[in-house]
């Protein structure tokens, strides 16, 4: 019973639940007090992660949001500015937690198609030294680029924006929420495309499949602020270590095979892009997400359509009046993948 779903669930990888063999390894984990940082288990992700980024040190938070919420209190003060995307999940969708709790004011420039900042746009946005402007602190980038399409982001392009942030005497802040799809997507490390970043970001709980926690990584003098500002929060944990072990497990072992969620991302776009009414709205996927709109003639709406599949025993995201969001994951096999074309095609 405890693998069986009731539904095909593609509303995000954040649904995914632990894997039978991280569900043993949590049942055995070593544990400890890790506010005293006495949790073997989490010492040991914490420097596994910091490995896999290529930075000093490593801290596990409760969630995405909290390691960017503290990445950005550990490398800004009250009236600071962090330059992102009007795209970007930080100033999207984590409740404006950056100017609540710091009173550090987001600089918003337009995110490309491609998930990008423009450079000269970046270059603009850097304030100059002056007591009218709030000091520009953070450039923050976004790999995948969720709400442009799961896109990842290439080394270089990451670099050209650490190199202008350092130039310009700023940090640059990687949110990696899905780091590792944009490294299997671009058949490169999380180490390299995490380089030219002061702090970065990862989700444990999102393709990987843990059932939760974060990491933020970044040189051992930050990451100790960090683990002050981490217990400010209340996000201080004690026998963390049974989550940790899960986390263990996601970055051992469930990485490489987010190339399946990729593939067959790309089968489900192909099926419902042939149907008509329907079209691909981001381009073929090039992660694990699918962005399929109604065709404008359609006069059903999204969320009727929502209901029919929900009826069907399949969940589907909608991001706005005609837009669906579809993520594969782990628990999704080729057999749901048919299954929700057929379901599309019988609904629309
Ligand atoms: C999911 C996500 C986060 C936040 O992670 P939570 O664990 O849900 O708080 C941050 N950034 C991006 C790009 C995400 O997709």
């Known amino acids: 019973m405890l693998y069986s779903f009731p539904y095909i669930d593609l509303r995000s990888d954040t649904v995914t639940h632990p894997t039978p063999e991280m569900r043993k390894a949590m049942a055995e984990a070593e544990v400890g007090d890790d506010v005293y940082r006495e949790d073997p288990t989490v010492n040991c992700l914490e420097e596994l992660a910091a490995e896999k980024m290529g930075k000093e040190a490593g801290l596990f938070v409760a969630s995405g949001t909290m390691g960017n919420l503290i990445a950005v209190l550990a490398q800004s003060s009250r009236g600071d500015e962090a330059i992102m995307g009007d795209l970007g999940h930080t100033f999207l969708f984590e409740g404006g937690g950056i100017s609540a709790f710091g009173g550090v004011f987001a600089h918003i420039i337009p995110n490309q198609p491609d998930g990008t900042l423009d450079i000269c746009d970046l270059e603009t946005a850097i304030r100059p030294i002056d007591i009218h402007c709030p000091i520009s602190r953070l450039i923050i980038l976004e790999n995948t680029h969720n709400h442009c399409g799961g896109v990842p982001i290439s080394a270089a392009y990451t670099k050209q924006v650490g190199d202008l942030a350092h130039t310009r005497g700023l940090r640059l802040h990687l949110d990696g929420a899905r780091i590792f799809n944009a490294a299997v997507a671009l058949n490169t490390s999380a180490k390299e495309l995490a380089a030219p970043a002061d702090t970065v970001l990862f989700c444990l709980s999102k393709g990987l499949c843990a ?122 096999d080729r057999k749901d993948i048919n299954a929700v074309i057929t379901a599309f095609s019988e609904v629309i």
């Open 211 to 332: 059932p939760v926690g974060s990491v933020i990584c970044g040189s051992r003098a930050l990451i100790s602020k960090m683990r002050r500002i981490r217990k400010q929060l209340g996000g201080g944990m004690r026998q963390a270590g049974i989550l940790a072990a899960a986390g263990i497990i996601a970055l051992e072992k469930m990485v490489e095979r987010l190339a399946e969620d990729h593939y067959h991302a790309k089968l489900l776009a192909d099926g419902l892009a042939q149907i008509n009414g329907l079209e691909l709205y981001k381009g073929m996927p090039q992660t694990n997400m699918v962005f399929i709109s109604m065709k404008e003639k359609d006069k059903q709406a999204v969320g009727e359509v929502k209901e029919k599949l929900k009826s069907k025993k399949i969940l589907v995201g909608i991001v706005d009046r005609r837009h669906f969001r579809l993520v594969t994951h782990y628990w999704i």
